[in-house]
């Protein structure tokens, strides 16, 4: 059976594909805006002076990642809804559920680990800038917003992006709840018209370029914005 | 202006401040000394509560700093503060690094903050380097940017720790001669230094410290001519003989 | 929920055997373990492929790292699980399948911190392992590796542990790895998806958790062996070190 390029190019399977690239990226990106922000929380609160927001974002962290994402997935696509009431379940079911539970688990999970490398760039300043930024009369928030995140963010940016470039890797293990991204329509063209070698070819295509800008990003970042030091 | 009283302060186990009571007046300049160890830096921190003390009073400008319904950022932008490390911030110009407070806390607008900030850049003898990095500057050139950085919120009161101690020697002259000029301005200001000839020359008292308490205190002339306690004149001995 | 754990513990730890093939958390355990120890030999050689002074060597090496890093591991399990079969007319089992994978993006991952760490340990070592008249390979396998592999056992140990979580992926390819059989638990109990995916999660947590504690402990046991061997090692060299 000869590679069929055009299958690729125009037709169904074509259609297929690219509806499944769309909603992959689409997944990511939303998963991406949700999760930074989750992460600052978080990682503010395992560094916060007061313990139970410590112990917190502790539990939060270690319970999220040692637990593969696919546990995460089928947790809160068959067994998170059982909790909920009878009309919000209902609700849920009518909508698109299973991006929403494959979203919820990527965000945490995502967020878990995006905690934890803000987390080492902001524990890498030193105290002295927190002590500056106090004495000039900046509170607690203020001297983490203006001055220590500026500068960890140097150093986290290389790492966030690869945890970026992981969120789109993950985002083919939704294909185990169903969900229609790429890899899941990469199946469907296989199971359909027995074309393995094309449908694979477009996914793995599709997964390679889009990691190898996320990659070239990070090193044009690192490029671009060497970290300071007095 | 700033007055102790009974202040104790403990870290764990280890009393670091023993009873300190002491008062000290408006324009001012007050040269903290002492071995190292006997709890300088612990004294100045507590003034803008850097520091947290166990019992007693510290009341700047009428002020009690360790009640705990002070606002505290409010009280710390009012007293100037100038680090051994210097603690420039790196992702900031010398410039930037002197508007930053002034703009989110003072609510200056960006072209006076600029003004402001050129205007003591250039009292520290560094407009020229208003748009440098940190890392691009000397030792005794980002002494000289946090300095200018403290002043931009327009503190009535300085306090140095060991300004010059992370210098190499051919910069400590230029820090001093900006602390001289601060001085004869009538700033008031609190210095732990090791500056001897700077404590000489602009101090109007010294305060004498060793194991968390004040042992002496007294004017340059009699300290260094007619030092009272043992341990003072022991510290002087020692400082002597490389005398700058 | 009582009775549900009565009735499947047995099968959830070790699927159908010894009446079938090995399953469950065991298995999980299982081909975790094979695919990080058996990428080891792999890992050194992509290691020293890259490090070495021929491009036509190092250059393809490097772009496969980079295509196996840039690609989820599922998919990679779908090639050779559903491509393979097609052009060989063979199918594998998916044993295999996933220990391939396995093996593959470990020995890729291992590849990279083994070149990191061996270049991070000062060419003084291997100067003085060359000097004694070792070879090339016998100063790495006597004197360098060791120390590498001792400065890289927490990092080993916490890639178990993402090996572990990666093993879940078989689930798909119906492996019958600990999520695949918690499935199977859901399918034939059908009222508690709750407890039974919850009680999956705090397998892998149990299982996941312990490790990255003992990665935690190794790492830490290492920092103060470091900073005791610095304190007893003399400040000058002594005149027996001079050449
Ligand atoms: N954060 C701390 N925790 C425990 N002990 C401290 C701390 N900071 C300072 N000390 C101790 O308090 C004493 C006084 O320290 P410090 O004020 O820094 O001395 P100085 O500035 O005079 O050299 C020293 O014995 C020091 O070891
Ligand atoms: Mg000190």
Not at chain 3, 55 to 65: A, D, E, K, Q, R
Request: proline letters at 5%.
């Amino acid at each position: 059976m000869a590679f069929d390029l055009n299958l690729l190019l125009v037709g169904t399977y074509h259609d297929w594909l690219i509806q499944g690239l769309r909603l992959s990226l689409g997944i990511a990106g939303i998963t991406l805006v949700l999760a930074l922000p989750l992460a600052m929380v978080v990682a503010l609160f395992r560094l916060s002076p007061v313990a139970a927001l410590r112990w917190l974002g502790v539990m939060f962290v270690e319970s999220i990642r040692n637990v593969p994402l696919l546990a995460h997935m089928l947790f809160w696509y068959f067994g998170a809804p059982e909790l909920l009431p009878d009309s919000l379940k209902r609700w849920l079911y009518a909508g698109n559920i299973e991006v929403l539970s494959a979203t919820v688990a990527l965000t945490l999970y995502t967020a878990a680990y995006m905690a934890e490398d803000i987390r080492s760039g902001i524990r890498g300043i030193s105290s002295g800038q927190f002590e500056a930024g106090r004495s000039l009369g900046f509170s607690f928030l203020g001297t983490m917003r203006l001055i220590i995140l500026p500068q960890a963010l140097r150093v986290t940016i290389p790492p966030l992006v690869s945890q970026t470039l992981n969120l789109w890797k993950n985002t083919s293990i939704a294909t185990i709840i169903g969900v229609g991204e790429l890899m899941y329509q990469a199946a469907k063209v296989e199971s359909s018209a027995f074309r393995s070698a094309e449908a694979f070819a477009f996914a793995t295509i599709c997964y390679l370029s889009v990691s190898l800008i996320l990659t070239g990003l990070g090193l044009f970042y690192r490029h671009r914005f060497p970290v300071r030091s007095a | 202006m700033i007055q102790f009283e009974n202040v104790n302060k403990w870290y764990g186990e280890y009393h670091a401040l023993v009873d300190i009571t002491e008062t000290i007046g408006k324009g001012e300049v007050v040269v903290v000394c002492g071995p190292s160890g006997s709890g300088k830096s612990t004294l100045i921190r507590t003034i803008n509560r850097l520091e947290p003390i166990q019992s007693g009073t510290i009341v700047v400008d009428g002020k009690d700093a360790h009640s705990a319904s002070l606002n505290i950022n409010q009280f710390r932008a009012g007293i100037g503060f100038v680090f051994q490390q210097f603690n420039l911030f790196p992702h900031l110009t010398a410039l930037e690094n002197c508007t930053l407070a002034p703009k989110n806390i003072r609510g200056l607008n960006a072209s006076a903050a600029r003004e402001l900030a050129i205007k003591l850049l250039d009292r520290v003898g560094l407009s020229e380097k208003a748009d440098a990095y940190p890392a691009a500057l000397s030792g005794g050139q980002q002494q000289r940017v946090a300095i200018a950085r403290a002043l931009a919120m327009q503190p009535p009161v300085l306090l140095f720790d060991e300004p010059t101690s992370a210098l190499d020697p051919e910069m400590v002259g230029e820090v001093l001669m900006v602390m001289r000029d601060l001085a004869s301005d009538g700033m008031t200001m609190v210095c732990v230094t090791h500056e001897m000839g700077f404590a000489r020359e602009v101090a109007d008292r010294v305060l004498f410290m060793d194991s968390g308490r004040i042992l002496e205190r007294a004017t340059p002339d009699d300290f260094f001519n007619r030092p009272q306690h043992a341990r003072a004149q022991q510290f002087l001995s020692d400082i002597r003989t490389p005398f700058r | 929920m009582i009775e549900v754990i009565q009735t499947y513990w047995v099968y959830f730890l070790i699927g159908q055997f010894p009446d079938g093939p090995l399953g469950g958390l065991t298995l999980t355990i299982v081909i975790a373990a094979g695919g990080l120890l058996l990428a080891f030999p792999l890992g050194f050689a992509l290691a020293i492929a890259r490090m070495s002074p021929w491009p036509i060597l190092s250059w393809p090496i490097t772009g496969m790292v980079y295509v196996v890093r840039g690609t989820p591991l599922l998919m990679v399990l779908f090639w050779a699980y559903f491509f393979l079969p097609s052009i060989t007319g063979q199918k594998i089992s998916q044993f295999s399948t996933m220990l391939g994978a396995l093996v593959l993006f470990n020995a890729a991952y291992l590849s990279e911190i083994f070149r990191a760490g061996i270049q991070a340990l000062s060419t003084g070592q291997f100067e003085a392992a060359r000097s004694l008249g070792l070879s090339y390979f016998a100063a790495l396998r006597l004197v360098v590796m060791p120390q590498v592999m001792r400065n890289m056992l927490p990092s080993l140990v916490n890639q178990f542990v993402s090996t572990i979580k990666d093993t879940s992926l078989g689930y798909i390819i119906g492996l019958s790895e600990v999520s695949f059989i918690a499935s199977q638990i859901n399918n034939l109990v059908l009222t508690k998806p709750t407890e039974i995916y919850f009680a999956l999660a705090l397998a892998y947590f149990t299982l996941c958790f312990g490790l990255s504690r003992i990665a935690f402990w190794l790492e830490r046991r290492l920092a103060q062996d470091e900073s005791r061997s610095k304190m007893h090692r003399p400040s000058k060299p002594t005149l027996l070190e001079q050449p």
